[in-house]
C-alpha cells in the first residue's frame, strides 16, 4: 500500500480482504488459517452460501490513522453481529454514541477516504480527520426501508491518539453504517413483512387482505430474527397510514431471545413479552399469520408458528394451510384464465396453466356481442371485465356471464385524440375499478367503487405530469402510474389513503416516489408479485428492455425476463408458477419459468391476467 499514503487520496472500493486459503472469509470445513502466503485485495466479494461467514479484523497495534478509518469501513462490510469489532476502532465515548442500526448508505464504488490537509512535520499532532466522499445511490433508514438516492456523499471522521496507549482510535464520525453497492448486495437481502390493508377486507366476513412491505435485513447475521423483530416493531413510515398490524403497540420478543430457529417438524416458537401475552384467539391468529407471511421464503423453511407470552404460556398456533384461508393474499390466489383481445377485438380466454394455444370468448357481452375493444381488464374473482371501446373513448363493464348485456359506457372521454383518451382500466381486491382519461383540458384519475355507480375522482396531488398508465395493487393501497411529461416517462408508485368519514368519500394517491429513476421510457408495467413490477423500457439512448424492480426501487435478485423486441403490452400475476405474458410485434407471447418467448397467437393485443 505504498502509494496510499496520508497525504493522498485513495479509492477504497469497499472490499472484504481474504486469505488465500481460509482467512477473513471462513469456508465451511476450512480447519485452520494459513501460516504462509499474501494478503489480497477483492474488489466485491459475491453473494455467499449460508455456510460462509465474514470476520472482520480488529486494529492493528499501531495502526495509522488512515488504518484505522479503513479498518472501519472494512469491519462495517462483516457478519458482526452487533458491530462489535468495529467498535474497537472507535474510542469509548464515540463507541457508545454510534448507533449503527440508525441508517445505511450506498455508494456506488465504495467511499473514497480523503485527508483534510496534512498535518504540516508535527510529528506528535494527536489529532486527524479525513472526509469519506462518494455517490449515493441508495440509503436505509431506522426501519431497514430502502430508497434509492443520487446525491453526492460527504462525512467528516475524526480520529484522537490515545496520550496513554498511543493508538489512534476514532473520535467522531456520522450515525449509521457506509458500504459499497456490491457489499450490500453481498450483505443485505430484500424480504416481505406483512401487514393488513385498514380500509381493505374481502367478502361478507370481511377477510382482512395482507399487504407486502419490503425491508433488508443482513443476510449473515440472523435474518430470520432481524425480520421478526421489524415485523413486530410496525411498518415502514410510507406504508404506515394505509396498514394495521395485530400485534399490540410495545410487543416485542420476550427479553433475552437471542436467535429464532424453527424444529425439526418447521415449526417455530416466538416468545413474545407481556404486551402480547393477552390478546385474544382472532387476534393471535391474525398475528401468527403475519408471521407466516413474512417468512414463507425465508430458509430454514416455517411451516407453523406457535406464540408464546411473557410467562411460557401458548397462546396460538397456526399452520400455512390455515393462514390462507384466513387471510385474503394476492400471491396464494391464482387466477384461472389469462385474458387478451382477439382479432375481432373480442375478449377471450385461456386456461393459465395449459400452455395451450386454444381461446374462446369470454361469456357476455364483451365477449359476444361483437364491442370492439382496444384494452381490457378483468376483476380479481374473474365474474366482471371491464373495456376500453377501440376508440379510447367509452368505458365498459359487464358480467362474465352468458347472455350478460353490455349496457351504456361508465366513463367517457372528451380527448380530441385516441392518445387522449382512457387508460386500460385495473382492478383491486375489493372489486373497485381504476382508470385515468388523459383529456389534457381535464386529466382525471377516476375510482369506480365495486365497477359502478358514479366515478369518483381520484386526488394526485403530488403528479409530476399527465398519467400513462394504471396498475392497482391487488391490496388496494398501492398504485403504479407512468407518469408522462413531454418526451420522457416515469414509473412511480403512491400510496393509496380514502378518508370514508369525509363528505363524498375522499380518495387520494400521495408521497410517489419513482423505482426506476434511469429509464426514461417506459411502455408497459405490470405488478409480478406482493412488491415486484415487471417494466419494459428504454434508459436514455439505449434499447429497449425487461426488468424486475421493487416498489422500493432496489433491484431483485435473479435474472431479469429474456430480451423480446417490440413490446407494447406486459402482464404478469402474483402467482409465480405462471408465466410472463407480452404483446409483441409478434403478437401475443409467454415466457415459462427456464424457457425462452414462446408464440401463443400472431393475431391478438392486450393480454391480461385478473387485476
Given amino acids: 500500500m505504498g502509494a496510499d499514503h496520508e497525504g493522498g487520496v485513495r479509492r477504497r472500493p469497499v472490499r472484504a480482504v481474504v486469505y488465500a486459503a481460509c482467512g477473513v472469509v471462513l469456508l465451511a470445513g476450512c480447519a485452520s488459517m494459513p501460516d504462509s502466503g499474501d494478503l489480497r485485495d477483492v474488489e466485491s466479494t459475491p453473494r455467499q452460501d449460508t455456510q460462509v461467514r465474514v470476520f472482520a479484523m480488529p486494529p492493528a497495534e499501531g495502526a495509522q490513522p488512515w488504518e484505522i478509518v479503513q479498518g472501519f469501513l472494512e469491519a462495517l462490510t462483516s457478519d458482526d453481529p452487533h458491530y462489535d469489532t468495529a467498535r474497537k476502532y472507535l474510542t469509548p465515548d464515540a463507541a457508545r454514541h454510534w448507533r449503527p442500526e440508525q441508517s445505511a448508505t450506498v455508494l456506488a464504488d465504495g467511499p473514497d477516504i480523503e485527508p483534510d490537509g496534512r498535518p504540516g512535520g508535527r510529528a506528535n499532532t494527536g489529532s486527524r480527520s479525513y472526509t469519506l466522499a462518494g455517490d449515493s445511490v441508495a440509503t436505509l433508514d431506522e426501519h431497514q426501508a430502502y430508497a434509492p438516492a443520487d446525491s453526492p456523499y460527504s462525512k467528516k471522521v475524526r480520529l484522537a491518539l490515545d496520550a496513554k496507549?498511543?493508538?489512534?482510535?476514532i473520535s467522531g464520525l456520522p450515525q449509521g453504517v457506509v458500504m459499497g453497492q456490491s457489499d450490500f448486495q453481498r450483505n443485505y437481502k430484500s424480504v416481505n413483512k406483512y401487514y393488513f390493508a385498514s380500509n381493505t377486507s374481502i367478502g361478507a366476513t370481511g377477510q382482512p387482505v395482507a399487504v407486502a412491505d419490503p425491508v433488508f435485513v443482513r443476510e449473515g447475521v440472523d435474518p430470520m430474527t432481524q425480520v421478526v423483530r421489524s415485523l413486530i416493531s410496525g411498518p415502514t413510515t410510507w406504508l404506515s397510514s394505509v396498514v394495521r398490524s395485530s400485534f399490540p403497540t410495545g410487543a416485542a420478543l420476550r427479553k433475552g431471545t437471542a436467535s429464532l430457529t424453527p424444529d425439526d417438524q418447521n415449526k417455530l416458537t416466538v416468545p413474545l413479552n407481556g404486551k402480547a401475552s393477552h390478546v385474544g384467539t382472532v387476534r393471535c391468529a391474525e398475528m401468527a399469520t403475519q408471521l407466516l407471511f413474512t417468512l414463507r421464503d425465508m430458509a430454514p423453511v416455517v411451516d407453523t408458528v406457535e406464540l408464546r407470552g411473557a410467562d411460557g404460556r401458548r397462546l396460538c398456533d397456526l399452520g400455512e394451510g390455515q393462514a390462507e384461508h384466513t387471510t385474503?393474499?394476492?400471491?396464494?390466489?391464482?387466477?384461472?384464465?389469462?385474458?387478451?383481445?382477439?382479432?375481432?377485438?373480442?375478449?377471450?380466454?385461456?386456461?393459465?396453466?395449459?400452455?395451450?394455444?386454444?381461446?374462446?370468448p369470454v361469456p357476455g357481452a364483451l365477449g359476444e356481442a361483437g364491442k370492439e375493444l382496444r384494452s381490457v381488464a378483468v376483476s380479481r374473482d374473474e365474474r366482471t371485465a371491464a373495456g376500453v371501446g377501440i376508440d379510447g373513448k367509452s368505458l365498459y363493464v359487464a358480467?362474465?356471464?352468458?347472455?350478460?348485456?353490455?349496457?351504456?359506457?361508465?366513463?367517457?372521454s372528451q380527448g380530441a385524440t385516441e392518445h387522449d383518451r382512457l387508460t386500460t382500466p385495473s382492478w383491486d381486491a375489493r372489486g373497485d375499478l381504476w382508470v385515468a382519461d388523459r383529456d389534457p383540458h381535464r386529466?382525471?384519475?377516476?375510482?369506480?367503487?365495486?365497477?359502478?355507480?358514479?366515478?369518483?375522482?381520484v386526488q394526485t396531488p403530488e403528479l409530476p405530469g399527465r398519467i400513462k398508465d394504471v396498475r392497482v395493487a391487488a391490496d388496494g393501497v398501492r398504485m403504479a402510474l407512468v407518469v408522462e411529461k413531454g418526451d420522457k416517462q416515469s414509473l412511480l408508485v403512491g400510496r393509496i389513503e380514502r378518508d370514508e368519514r369525509s363528505a363524498g368519500h375522499s380518495v387520494s394517491v400521495t408521497e410517489l416516489r419513482s423505482v426506476t429513476p434511469e429509464l426514461e421510457q417506459v411502455t408497459a408495467i405490470s405488478w409480478a408479485g406482493d412488491s415486484r413490477l415487471v417494466v419494459a423500457g428504454q434508459e436514455h439512448g439505449g434499447v429497449l428492455q425487461m426488468r424486475y424492480v421493487q416498489i422500493d426501487g432496489s433491484t431483485p435478485d435473479g435474472p431479469a425476463p429474456a430480451a423480446l423486441s417490440g413490446v407494447r403490452a406486459i402482464t404478469a400475476s402474483e402467482d409465480d408458477q405462471l408465466p410472463l405474458v407480452a404483446y409483441s410485434e409478434d403478437g401475443i407471447v409467454r415466457l415459462p419459468s427456464g424457457a425462452q418467448w414462446q408464440k401463443v397467437v400472431k393475431e391478438g393485443s392486450a393480454p391480461v391476467y385478473p387485476g
Fill in 165 to 169: 496507549t498511543k493508538q489512534w482510535r
Fill in 443 to 457: 386529466p382525471r384519475l377516476l375510482l369506480l367503487e365495486q365497477g359502478r355507480g358514479e366515478p369518483v375522482s
Fill in 399 to 412: 358480467s362474465l356471464s352468458p347472455g350478460s348485456p353490455l349496457g351504456d359506457p361508465l366513463v367517457t
Fill in 328 to 360: 385474503w393474499d394476492a400471491a396464494a390466489k391464482s387466477p384461472e384464465y389469462l385474458y387478451f383481445l382477439d382479432d375481432k377485438h373480442r375478449v377471450v380466454r385461456m386456461a393459465g396453466h395449459s400452455g395451450g394455444t386454444s381461446a374462446a
